[in-house]
């Protein structure tokens, strides 16, 4: 399921500046989506070395082509769109 790009309802804010809780909601975001993908990392190197297949070393070595690139940087545009959609959201004091 995918993030809504438009601003969400207010939510709850817990501390006194508006831009230390929309910081502190990106950082935790970040946190979250970077424990996501390094589990699935390690989930995904021990599957495929029980099938014989190197991924570890496969992927050190990977170089994305001119396509690969392109598709790459609108993922990343994509990501930074949705971590910073927490400035648009109005706050309200917990």
């Not at 927490?86 to 309200?92: A, G, I, K, P």
């Amino acid at each position: 399921m995918e993030a809504p790009l438009t601003p969400s309802p207010a939510r709850h804010a817990f501390f006194e500046q508006e831009g230390v809780d929309q910081l502190v909601s990106m950082v935790l975001e970040l946190a979250t989506e970077l424990w996501v993908l390094r589990e699935r990392m390690y989930a995904f190197e021990r599957v495929a070395a029980r099938h014989g297949i190197p991924a570890a070393a496969e992927i050190e070595a990977w170089r994305p082509n001119d396509a690969e690139q392109a598709e790459l940087a609108a993922m990343r545009q994509k990501m930074l769109g949705e971590l910073l959609r927490t400035l648009d959201r109005q706050h309200r004091r917990a």
